[in-house]
């Protein structure tokens, strides 16, 4: 998508002072005000993004995310919804009814270093500081800081 109309088109519900720097590839998403999102982003259908969020260039926020208000996404973050991808089962490839999607939910006031990956289903407390290159593989406790693969 280039351009604002691509995004409305697209199904985006979009506040208020949102600043995105095309190209990006978002749909059927809700993002709340005060948002900054950097380009090369793809965020999927029914992800939530809350209020005054910073999203680095190269992000990648898919299906079953959920980021409450105040959050920092650094670049090329990986979200990741599905703990046992394959592209075929028995031998035809896999359709939406195959695939289990599991959510995440990224608390207020979180913050998630450059290339950090999140497994799915996983609860990123209050405040809490994932750092750069994490692997984050369990819920991370309110104000916690981890790091490291897989991140402690």
Known sequence: ?????DLYNNGVEIGAKVYIQFPVNIY????GNNVRIGPFVEIQRGV?????IKI???????????IED??????????TNDRQPRSSIAGKLKERKD???????????ASIGTGAVILPGI????GAMIGAGSVVTKDVAPYAT??????R
């Open 99 to 109: 695939w289990k999607l599991e959510y995440t939910l990224v608390m207020e006031g």
């Open 56 to 66: 680095g260039s190269h992000t990648f926020i898919c299906a079953g995310v959920e």
């Open 28 to 31: 059927d998403c809700s993002i």
């Open 123 to 126: 609860v990123i407390g209050t």
């Open 70 to 79: 105040d959050v920092f996404i650094g670049h090329g973050v990986m979200f």
């Open 48 to 52: 939530v993004v809350g209020n005054r």
């Open 1 to 5: 998508m280039n351009s604002w109309d």
């Open 146 to 151: 981890v790091y490291g693969n897989p991140a």
